[in-house]
Structure formats: C-alpha cells, structure tokens
C-alpha cells in the first residue's frame, strides 16, 4: 500500500522568513539609530562608528587641508560630542558669569575677548557664546578669533570652521606630535601640566583622548 508523505506545511515557513527578516530590520534600525547618534550614552565601539560614519569623510577632507592629524580630529569628536550628529551643544554657566564680567567692565578680558568684543552683545548673544557647539564641542566665543557666526561652528561649516580653529589655535602642537598637549588645550586653553595632573573637566579626559586616537591610527 502507498503512502502519502505529508506536504510540507509553506505557512510555517513564510512565518519563520517573515520573522527573520523583522528581526534583521530591527537589529538594523538599532544599530543605525546609535551609530546616528540618536543613542544618549554611545559606547566606545558605537561612538567610533558614529564618528565614522557621520563625520570621517569631511574630516579627511579638510585635515588635509589644514594639515592637522586626522586620527586626532576623529579621536576629539568622539571625545567631545560622541560622534553624533547633530552634535548638541552645552550651556557653561561659569563661562557665561565670565564673559558678563568682561562687558560690564569688571575684567580685562576672558581668554581674547575684551569688552569691545561685546559692546552690542544682549544677554541671549552672551548666552550662546557661553555655549559649545558642534562636533567640536567649541565654545561660542570661540568665533570671534576666526570672525564668524555662532550658526558657522554649528551647522554644515562646523567641521571645517573647527579643524581652521584648531590649526589657528595649536595646530603647531599637534605638527610637533604634542598630543597629551593638544588634548588638554582644546579642554582647558592650557598645555598638559608638568605635575602630571590634567585639570580637564573629566580626569581621564586626555587619556580617553589618546586611547580613541590609537584606535584610529590603526584603521585602515
């Protein structure tokens, strides 16, 4: 007597495809949605590939042009703003009491702003130089060493304007390969201290900073 095997049930099997497909487009979506930035806290290994993905191209670009070590630009915008894009910004309360102090007279100056810098400016200009912006993380005050807008160091420009501050400002350290130097700069104006002991906000600020840009260096 002949048998009849049964058929095999296509159902169950365009429910498993359907399932794995689903699962890839949200594996997918996640990793996409990090590497974008859209990740509040991006680890190091999501951070370097936002970093790439979102700003490697123009930042090869434009190292070249100002001859700056492109492992340090990618290393300082991981350390900086994670990679993300957009980048975000921060308010620096201290800075703003500072910069107040230099209008109303009080002090000759903050870094190179002098009053004459800020005679026309109100209180929400003040504010937005007090704040840092773009894949740099630069603050506002920093535009008026190079003559721009706040909207140049934070929309499309922003990565060529930061990498022509960083030429302008230490880029001879970085030439001289000063980079524990280079990283305490762009954190505190000041070069790594002698005693060995960083005064950057977070202790292991220039460390990170080194370690990101080995990693880096040895990309292909």
């Known amino acids: 007597m002949r048998t009849t095997q ?50 490697g191209a123009e930042v090869h670009k434009w190292s070249a042009h100002y001859n700056v070590p492109f492992p340090y630009l990618m290393a300082l915008i991981q350390l900086e703003s994670g990679g993300r894009k957009p980048a975000g910004k921060r308010f620096e309360a201290h800075v703003f009491e500072r910069l107040v102090e230099v209008k109303r007279g009080d002090r000759s100056h903050y870094e190179h ?11 929400e200009a003040l504010r937005n130089l ?8 630069l603050m506002g005050y920093k535009c008026i060493l ?14 060529r ?38 005064s950057t906000f977070h202790p292991d600020y220039v460390e990170k900073g080194l370690r990101f840009m080995e990693a880096y260096d040895q990309k292909p």
Do not use: C
């Open 6 to 55: 049964p058929r095999p049930q296509r159902w169950r099997w365009t429910v498993a495809g359907l399932a794995v497909l689903l699962l890839a487009a949200l594996l997918t979506s996640e990793v996409n949605r990090r590497i974008d930035g859209q990740w509040n806290r991006p680890g190091e290994w999501w951070g370097m590939q936002a970093t790439q993905k979102n700003y």
């Open 146 to 159: 190079l003559d721009l807008q706040i909207r140049d160091i934070r929309g499309q420009d922003a990565v």
């Open 161 to 198: 304007a930061g990498i022509e501050w960083i030429h302008l400002t230490y880029g001879d350290a970085l030439r001289d390969k000063k980079f524990q130097d280079a990283f305490h700069l762009h954190n505190t104006g000041k070069p790594f201290p002698k005693s060995g002991k960083p």
């Open 113 to 123: 702003v002098t009053q004459a810098d800020l005679q026309e400016a109100d209180e």
């Open 130 to 137: 007090a704040t840092s912006w773009g894949p740099f993380q």
